[in-house]
């Protein structure tokens, strides 16, 4: 198999990381371009045998799949570059969830996917969320979950439900690590306790914490239930925790969906322009 990447930034670069540290594909099997082509000079001295190229257009031919791991407005010029190049029987791979496969089907002439990776495929653990296009058949959908399977748990998704499941998986570790940031600095502001000590602590009961959650079978409520005694400490720190929380998780989910729904719009107009989506 052979594999292209357009875009390594923080998640292409990940992705390209993970697949090589987890065995899944060897450095002679990819080629990557990006904008700055110094970038991908420098993942290929990180990984000898990858193939930098200055061209995104170059990293798509022959190619059996090509991940696009661009920002939303950067489509329309990749897949104009791409269209010439492309054949019906390759597979293209979008990691940019405002991008429908709906829309990629429109522009490019070959199968499509869409994935959402997450953080935590960088220590091959964790979800990547699935979605094929119609062009797709049993055997290209085996292929890419084969290689992802590597670094992740492949979840196939509902399109519709992308930005609430991106929210769980994508995003969470980062609204989880700031909880626990903050958790940290309340507890050398209000002990004195030294900070990486706490980290450490706090760290290892977070990675604890998830295997309960996972592989111990428990529900996060039933978690709750088993660490806090009636009138207890916990129970007394819970109380307070879910009288001062009271919306804030709510509140973060509709930021991310209007964030997601300006995306979805500017996308579309960037791809087909003003007289298809009526603005």
């Given amino acids: 198999m052979n594999v292209g990447f357009i875009g390594i930034g923080s998640m292409g670069s990940l992705l390209i990381d993970s697949f090589i540290g987890s065995g899944a594909l060897k450095p002679k099997q990819i080629t990557a371009s ?25 990293a798509a031919i022959g190619r059996d799949i090509i991940f696009l791991c661009v920002k939303p407005l950067e489509y329309k010029r990749v897949i104009e570059e791409l269209w010439d190049v492309l054949k019906p029987e390759q597979l293209v791979v979008s990691i940019t969830s405002p991008v429908m496969l709906s829309q990629l089907e429109d522009c490019l002439p070959c199968k ?18 699935c979605m094929y296009g119609k062009r797709m058949n049993e055997d290209d959908k085996n292929r ?44 050398v502001e209000e002990t004195g306790i030294p900070r990486e000590e706490a980290v450490v602590i706090a760290s290892t009961m977070f990675y604890g914490t998830g295997q309960l959650l996972t592989e111990g079978g428990m529900e996060p409520q039933q978690l709750q239930a088993r660490v806090a005694v009636p009138g207890g400490i916990t129970a007394k720190a819970l109380a307070l925790l879910e009288q001062e929380l009271d919306g804030v998780f709510n509140a973060v989910i509709r930021a991310t969906h209007a964030k997601y729904n300006e995306d979805l719009e500017r996308v579309t107009l960037s791809l087909y322009g003003k007289e298809v989506n009526g603005t």
């Fill in 112 to 129: 499509i996917a869409k994935v959402i990776p997450s953080i935590t495929n960088y220590v091959c653990c964790g979800s990547t969320l």
């Fill in 144 to 187: 890419l979950n084969g290689l992802l399977s590597f670094i992740s748990t492949p979840l196939m998704i509902d399109e519709r439900h992308t930005r609430i499941v991106s929210d769980l998986s994508s995003c969470g570790p980062a609204f989880m690590a700031f909880v626990l940031q903050r958790f940290i600095d309340a507890a």
């Fill in 34 to 58: 990006n904008r700055t082509f110094a970038k991908a000079e420098k993942l290929a001295d990180r990984h000898p045998g990858l193939l930098a190229v200055p061209l995104n257009y170059q």
